[in-house]
């Protein structure tokens, strides 16, 4: 199957993960990681500087491919038309 996210085509049977998080910065220099929505809405309180939010999907362990919104409302809109995609 083919899945669409954005302008970008994938084959089902070759992506590893697939998966949406919050991307915060590390508190080193620019640098940002990805941390889980469940940490952000029940740990973070503030703690951290929140700067988009993503969906990530890896085709095995070298290939992977970030898809980033500003706001968490846009990247859920993202996971509805992937969910859908995937219902069909």
Known sequence: MILTIEDKQFNTATITQLYP???VKTGHKEETTQVSLEWIDSESKGRVEIVGYGVFVHLGEE?????VFETREEMDEAVG????????
């Open 21 to 23: 998080a919050a991307v």
């Open 63 to 67: 290939e992977k491919h970030s898809f």
């Open 81 to 88: 038309r992937i969910a859908a995609q995937l219902q069909r």
